[in-house]
């Protein structure tokens, strides 16, 4: 039988990094981003969480290189359609949003109904991919931020990735290197969030 190594040789180095993580926005990244074989480990990490049932509840879609600029038309003609007023300006924002980073990777829920695992709980296990694709990608040096936007709840999006009735867009997951230094934000307090159960 394999030997487990002793939790205190490792559990250090991965505490450091999971108390060191933070988003870098989106709105403040630039290259280099992960290459191909980076963003394959990226997504094998982030396809190990746990999964009631082995369902395999979420998957990938890796938007990169020109596609993004396609996909930021995408986005602009959405906009148009639901906002046939929209400012010249604002269409153009639209048009460079999946050109803020690198390598935009859209997580992609999908629920199977009918059967005894509740579709929270497959839901639940898209939200750990997303958030380990972001552990990983600081263990590997990038910035990730895990963000939603109008995007995620339109249609017109929704068609442009193919997805199907069961399917949602979880996040939109942003690699690449701060512009500037990261700056953290305030963190909840132990207090605040952790109490001890104690029977009545
Ligand atoms: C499901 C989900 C959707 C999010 N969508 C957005 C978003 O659209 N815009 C945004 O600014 N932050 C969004 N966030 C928050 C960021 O991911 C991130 O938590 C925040 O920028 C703070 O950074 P931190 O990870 O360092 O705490 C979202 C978080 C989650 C879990």
């Given amino acids: 039988m394999t030997q487990q190594k002793p939790l205190n040789v490792s559990a250090p180095e991965t505490l450091d990094l ?17 290459n191909a074989e980076q963003i394959r480990m990226l997504i094998t990490a982030a396809s190990r969480v746990p999964d009631h ?27 148009k359609t639901n906002e046939p007023d ?25 629920v199977v109904t009918g059967i005894k695992i509740p579709e929270w709980e497959q839901i639940l296990s898209a939200g750990a991919s997303c958030q ?5 990608a600081h263990s590997m040096g990038f910035v990730a931020n895990w963000i939603t936007e109008w995007p995620a ?15 949602r867009i979880a996040g939109f997951v942003y ?10 934000r305030p963190r909840p307090r132990y207090e605040d969030i952790a109490s001890e159960w104690t029977p009545q």
């Avoid at 380990?132 to 990983?136: D, K, M």
């Avoid at 690699?175 to 953290?184: A, K, Q, T, W």
């Fill in 175 to 184: 690699l690449g290197h701060p512009v500037e230094p990261l700056v953290d």
């Fill in 132 to 136: 380990t694709l972001c552990i990983a």
């Fill in 18 to 34: 999971l108390l060191s993580r933070r988003s870098g926005s989106a709105k403040a990244m630039q290259g280099p981003g992960p």
């Fill in 86 to 110: 929209a400012s010249d300006e604002r269409l153009a924002i639209e048009e460079r949003r999946f050109l803020r980073a690198p390598v935009v990777i859209a997580v992609v829920s999908r």
């Fill in 153 to 167: 709840y339109n249609s017109r999006v929704r068609e442009a990735l193919g997805l199907h009735a069961n399917e």
């Fill in 53 to 79: 049932g082995k369902l395999t509840p979420w998957r990938f879609v890796i938007i990169k290189d020109d596609a993004r600029a396609a996909f930021g038309d995408i986005l602009a003609h959405a906009l």
